[in-house]
């Protein structure tokens, strides 16, 4: 019922819309996927890495203070511990692994936040592979210390200036390349959006964060179900990750926060699930923040990972159908929860994760349920903005 087909639908959602030169490719890429993922030797090797390398299992963390304030019992799925500071990179080993057995010497990425990009830039240092990174000039301005990284490992990040200068663009100018270099290029993509089959791919290897999830639990609580999982929506890799092993259970409540910038009744929001409507956007049939004519309207979001003005095929899925709940959370709401995580808990989010956070007080929590937030990102590339906000507010000093 929530599964992909075989063309590459979520219901009514996905498809591979894409120039008929790319067809071929993505032909072989979904095959490629298929059989090497079927290898218990590429599993293996994938493990490994996500064991000795990103230093996986990621922690799964009691927030005592938090669960005492909003009546719940507090997990946070700390993807912030891995190597590159996000969940970003279990995707990025996984696809590279793909690119390396395809016989491809060159990856392409876009980047929003930037975390995407690092992880990309970091696995091509590990495997000897060329790597290229778009990302848009607004965000390479917000971003300057993830900049810093992908250069010090050795990407070339090409700055955008179309558009609103976003993730979008830079995503538009990374189709753009592998249209033109479709024979030795890899194109990565970091989150389960574009065409077929990389929403299929995305999710697959972001799952092992929900699988993580369900054995934690069990060890620690006697039932490997929460009563809610809880995850910041963009694109929404981190969140289908943590949703993925959860799907068919239906008592697990299931919820997104999309950003609603400066509120979604503004023109300032990428709240894509909560104002958006069916659309075609970078290959994939989905929900997207559109004009009666088609054209899309710019997203805005204090975050960078979030500022993109369509959703993957598999949350716009989850949402028609009732599975999950997304709700639209604003930068002041975002900013408020990451200082009171930092201040009750000693954990600084992501922008991103912040989002996720935010919808506690949203919740109306009864009976002390099981909540398992995915803390997706660290803050640590953010502070220029929570400096910003600190210095701007009357801060409280105790939350």
């Known amino acids: 019922m929530y599964g992909i087909d075989k063309n590459g639908y979520y219901g009514r959602f996905g498809g591979a819309f894409i120039p008929e030169l790319l067809q071929h490719h993505v032909t072989a890429l979904a095959q490629a996927f298929r059989q090497l993922t079927a290898q218990p030797s590429f599993t293996d090797q994938y493990q490994q890495l996500l064991q000795d390398y990103v230093g996986r299992p990621s922690p799964?963390?009691?927030?005592?203070?938090?669960?005492?304030?909003?009546?719940?019992?507090?997990?946070?799925?700390?993807?912030?511990?891995?190597?590159?500071?996000?969940?970003?990179?279990?995707n990025a080993i996984g696809q590279a692994l793909l690119a390396k057995a395809m016989g491809k010497t060159r990856i392409i990425a876009?980047?929003?936040?930037?975390?995407?990009?690092?992880?990309?830039?970091?696995?091509?240092?590990?495997?000897?592979?060329?790597?290229?990174?778009?990302?848009?000039?607004?965000?390479i301005a917000r971003q300057a210390a993830n900049v810093a990284r992908m250069s010090m490992l050795g990407a070339e990040v090409?700055?955008?200036?179309?558009?609103?200068?976003?993730?979008?663009?830079a995503t538009n100018e990374a189709i753009r390349d592998w249209i033109n270099h479709p024979d030795d290029t890899y194109y990565m993509i970091g989150s389960v959006v574009g065409s077929h089959p990389y929403p299929e791919i995305v999710a697959h290897f972001q799952s092992v964060i929900s699988a993580e999830i369900r054995s934690q639990l069990q060890a620690v609580t006697g039932s490997p179900a929460p009563d809610y999982v809880i995850a910041c929506v963009g694109g929404g890799s981190n969140a289908a990750g943590a949703f993925?092993?959860?799907i068919d259970e239906p008592q697990v409540k299931?919820?997104?926060?999309?950003?609603a910038g400066k509120g979604i009744n503004t023109p300032d929001h990428a709240a894509t699930i909560a104002k958006g409507s069916a659309g075609i956007i970078h290959g994939s049939h989905t929900l997207l923040m559109q004009d009666a004519d088609g054209?899309?309207?710019?997203?805005?979001?204090?975050s960078a990972g979030l500022d993109y003005p369509g959703i993957g095929?598999?949350?716009a899925h989850l949402n028609e159908n009732g599975r999950a709940q997304y709700l639209p959370v604003t930068d002041q709401q975002a900013l408020e929860a990451a200082l009171e995580l930092t201040r009750l808990e000693g954990i600084i989010p992501a922008l991103e994760t912040a989002h996720a956070l935010a919808t506690l007080p949203l919740l109306y929590f009864q009976h002390c349920p099981t909540v398992v937030i995915c803390l997706s990102g660290r803050g640590d590339k953010d502070m220029p903005v929570y400096t910003h906000f600190l210095n701007t507010q009357t801060i409280a000093h105790d939350c």
Request: hydrophobic share 40%.
């Open 313 to 315: 095929p598999f949350h």
């Open 295 to 302: 054209q899309i309207i710019e997203p805005y979001s204090i």
């Open 158 to 169: 090409v700055s955008v200036h179309s558009g609103s200068s976003t993730l979008k663009d």
């Open 254 to 259: 299931l919820v997104g926060a999309e950003a």
């Open 244 to 246: 993925f092993h959860f």
């Open 110 to 139: 876009e980047t929003g936040a930037g975390q995407h990009g690092v992880a990309t830039a970091t696995v091509c240092a590990l495997l000897n592979l060329d790597c290229v990174v778009y990302m848009g000039a607004t965000d």
């Open 60 to 90: 799964l963390t009691y927030a005592a203070r938090l669960s005492e304030k909003y009546n719940a019992r507090i997990f946070l799925k700390r993807e912030d511990l891995n190597h590159t500071g996000s969940h970003k990179i279990n």
